[in-house]
């Protein structure tokens, strides 16, 4: 009995150094295999077997994803696989290469002097009381004991010469506030452990080198200066070294994966690496920023990600947070980057010294907030490679992120209950617009301003870790998807091209540019639960010559415009956009029901056309009070709700659910004039259960005297919209009455396999 414990205990120990160990790619071919059934390591080892390979352990926390290592120049992994596909059907989804690549740092951009760009100053400060006395400032640094020699040029912290412009923390550090019990993992080029800044708050069980693959993630090339300025920011020990991080009293663990080339599988790992104790991932890296490429994690890392949202932090989400992206001066736009275009994370622009936007940070839908970094001459102050060295010159949006990691870490330390999506609502409501003359900012319906450059604001420590108080963590996530596609026989309709005549003058008339438009009904809404609206994503396949010339805008029924896409001079890819998701936060909390229109604006090149195909409207939001999801045909066997995002996740007892989502479908009796045929395909994509209910209820009790009260309210009679309603013949909401559809009903899964012929056939 005890020997059998050991023996598993020692099964489990030897699986795990397999799973971490070095690899050789000089000898080995390296494979996963993505298995149908969790913690199926018996067929993987049965296909290792076959291929005449080794199964090297369980790809990080994915336990459906294993690594195969085979001899090189044994036989053609993906051939074999391809013959005996058949029997190896019911237990492998797939086997795919592992091959290294590059990632890229956002490393701190050029300055650029004289630029024509003109700045001015946004007038709102707030002065700090303390500051404004005689010799203020040292009377905040003795209140707080504040020794570090570099604190005094640490402006985002406290801004004596732009009064106003930092992240306004000193009124939660004298709280007492100062990220205790708090992991954050950065996410870089390594990190110098034994730095006398950083040595106090390193946390190595958090971290490991997977470029490497030894435990110690220490810089090891000469350039490997990032990720360790990255974690002074966030955690520099409050001591007499260099300066201090923003939660310096938060511990920083260091995952090394910028400095070489890494599998899609090791980065996967390295996405959850520690999940249950490094709360926060701080990620300043990401593809290009050369304004050319669109390129999204899919497959293992994507799966990484969701599985980090579920289950990492004991069920309340890993906190993902990206920097937007430098390549601002290349027209590179954030929502052409899958990590920052995501749901699952939170994306930081930056805002330079004087709040104004720089010229590298990148624009996007899907920038929820901004934050401090390089610009009209300013630096962030960090801790630095070398013994005692400290760097002056940190910036770009890889200053940004870490910063609005470090604030996320005094926001945990206060409310550790807080899932990945509270932490979110917190940006939005908590972010103070800035530089306000900027042209670019509107009014939403919710009342908040939000700017494609600054997201929703700055971040603001103290009125987000004020909020964080006595926020109500929110419902579990729903939502709701509505498909267009076009008839089989008019599958593409032409996008005009609005080139103004004289390329230097005339103006683009966006009005005339293609549009299409879904509507979304009271019914739809309260098919899936859906309540208060947080993301929208937009999935459209589009076909053109130079997808650079594409502007693409989505407007809600309430006028509000999310521009999804901007020009990109230098991106001159014939691709066109393939199942491509832009994500949106600009409609956070808007009411929903009516019809939203997408546009695309062709305007550059005439010589380059385009065509449009498809496209697909995701809401995404929190379900309602009390909803119970309704029994379907597809739900049969069961009428629980699909807990955690992942479609073909698993539930406890290790039975997979079926792959199809929770759907209902509704064929759509379309208006004559337009020959296209659409469904409308309602998925209950997932529900979110809250695990750390004891946490909730300690603190909520904690705060109580407080007045708790979100924003969010229920639609009223006047907020319901008129609308063309595609679900106008009234029987179809009814529920005796449903379209009669058996198993082969359209659903989702089988559209886009129509799209994906489509476009083989071009
Ligand atoms: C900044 O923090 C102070 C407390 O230290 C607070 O009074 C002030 O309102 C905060 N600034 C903003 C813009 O909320
Ligand atoms: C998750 O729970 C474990 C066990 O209770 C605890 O040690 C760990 O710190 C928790 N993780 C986080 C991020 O709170
Ligand atoms: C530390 O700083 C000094 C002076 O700037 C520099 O010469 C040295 O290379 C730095 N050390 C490392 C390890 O980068
Ligand atoms: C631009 O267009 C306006 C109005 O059409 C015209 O008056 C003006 O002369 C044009 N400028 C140039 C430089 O072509």
Redo the contacts with the bound molecule.
């Keep these: 009995m005890k020997s059998a414990f050991f023996l598993s205990f020692a099964i489990l120990l030897l699986n795990y150094t397999w799973a971490i160990e070095k690899r050789d790619y000089s000898k080995r071919s390296y494979y996963t295999i993505h298995t149908l059934k969790p913690n199926d390591r018996a067929s993987a080892d049965l296909i290792a077997q076959e291929m005449g390979g080794q199964i090297e352990g369980q790809v990080g926390e994915l336990n459906q994803y294993y690594w195969l290592s085979i001899p090189k120049g044994s036989k053609d992994v993906l051939q074999h696989y391809k013959k005996l596909k058949r029997s190896f059907d019911p237990m492998v989804i797939n086997i795919q290469p592992q091959i290294p690549r590059r990632l890229h740092k956002r490393a701190p951009p050029p300055v650029i002097e004289n630029k024509n760009e003109e700045y001015r100053l946004n007038g709102e400060t707030i002065p700090l009381p303390s500051l404004d006395e005689p010799n203020g400032f040292q009377l905040v640094k003795d209140a707080l004991s504040i020794k570090d020699p570099g604190f005094d040029r640490q402006w985002h912290l406290i801004n004596r010469d732009e009064r106003g412009h930092d992240v306004n923390v000193t009124g939660v550090w004298s709280q007492g506030i100062t990220g205790k019990n708090v992991v954050v993992a950065i996410l870089d080029d390594g990190l110098e452990m034994n730095h006398p800044d950083l040595q106090e708050n390193y946390f190595a069980k958090g971290s490991y080198d997977f470029n490497d693959h030894t435990d110690e993630p220490k810089p090891r090339l000469s350039d490997d ?1 990032h990720g360790t300025r990255c974690a002074g920011e966030i955690a520099a020990v409050k001591n007499q070294v260099c300066g201090i991080g923003v939660a310096y009293d938060a511990k920083v663990a260091g995952i090394r994966i910028l400095s070489g080339d890494i599998t899609e599988a090791d980065e996967a790992a390295a996405l959850n690496y520690a999940y249950q104790e490094n709360s926060i991932y701080s990620c300043s890296w990401g593809p290009a920023d050369s304004g050319e490429v669109a390129e999204a994690p899919q497959g293992i890392i994507l799966d990484a990600i969701k599985n980090g949202i579920n289950k990492g932090r004991n069920g309340t989400g890993s906190i993902f947070v990206f920097a937007s992206g430098n390549g601002g001066a290349h027209d590179d736009n954030c929502n052409f980057d899958g990590y920052t275009n995501s749901l699952y994370t939170i994306t930081v622009g930056a805002i330079d010294k004087q709040g104004n936007h720089p010229y590298y940070s990148e624009k996007c839908a899907a920038q929820l907030v901004v934050t401090y970094s390089s610009g009209s001459g300013g630096y962030i102050y960090t801790t ?3 013994d005692n ?1 400290c760097s002056d010159r940190h910036g770009g949006t890889s200053a940004a992120a870490p910063l609005a990691a470090g604030v996320f870490a005094l926001v945990l330390s206060v409310r550790p209950d807080l899932t990945w999506r509270d932490l979110q609502h917190l940006c939005v409501q908590s972010a103070v617009p800035i530089s306000l003359h900027d042209d670019d900012w509107s009014k939403l319906p919710s009342g908040r301003m939000f700017n494609h450059k600054f997201g929703y604001g700055v971040l603001d420590a103290y009125r987000i870790v004020e909020l964080a108080k006595k926020f109500e963590t929110v419902r579990a996530q729903t939502s709701l998807e509505v498909l267009s596609i076009i008839d089989l026989d008019n599958e593409k309709q032409d996008i005009p091209d609005l080139t103004p005549a004289t390329s230097f003058n005339g103006t683009i008339e966006k009005e005339n540019a293609f549009t299409t438009s879904l509507s979304v009904t009271q019914s739809m809404l309260d098919d899936v639960g859906l309540g208060r609206l947080e993301h929208v994503t937009v999935t459209v396949n589009i076909e053109h010559e130079r997808r650079g010339d594409l502007e693409i805008l989505l407007e809600s029924p309430h006028g509000i415009i999310s521009q999804l896409a901007s020009p990109r001079q230098f991106d001159k890819s014939t691709e066109g956009l393939k199942d491509w998701t832009f994500m949106t936060v600009k409609h956070w909390e808007e009411e929903p029901v009516g019809k939203w229109t997408l546009r695309i604006v062709d305007g550059k090149h005439p010589e380059n056309t385009g065509k449009f195909i498809d496209w697909k409207l995701t809401l995404w939001g929190e379900v309602v009070e009390g909803f119970e999801p309704k029994p379907t045909q597809n739900d049969q066997k069961s009428n629980r709700p699909n807990i955690g995002v992942d479609d073909f996740e698993s539930d406890q007892d290790g039975v997979v659910e079926d792959d199809q989502p929770n759907s209902q479908s509704f064929l759509d009796q379309q208006e004559e004039n337009k020959p296209n045929k659409a469904y409308i395909v309602y998925a209950i994509v997932s529900l979110f259960m809250i695990v750390s209910i004891a946490s909730t209820a300690f603190i909520t009790k904690k705060y109580m005297s407080s007045t708790a009260q979100s924003s969010y309210s229920r639609p009223t009679e006047e907020d319901t919209f008129e609308f063309d309603n595609l679900l106008s013949d009234e029987s179809n909401n009814d529920d005796d009455e449903e379209l009669d559809f058996n198993d082969d009903t359209i659903n989702e899964f089988q559209v886009n396999e129509i799209n994906h012929d489509r476009q083989a056939v071009h």
């Design positions: 200066t630095d490679v070398g060295n």
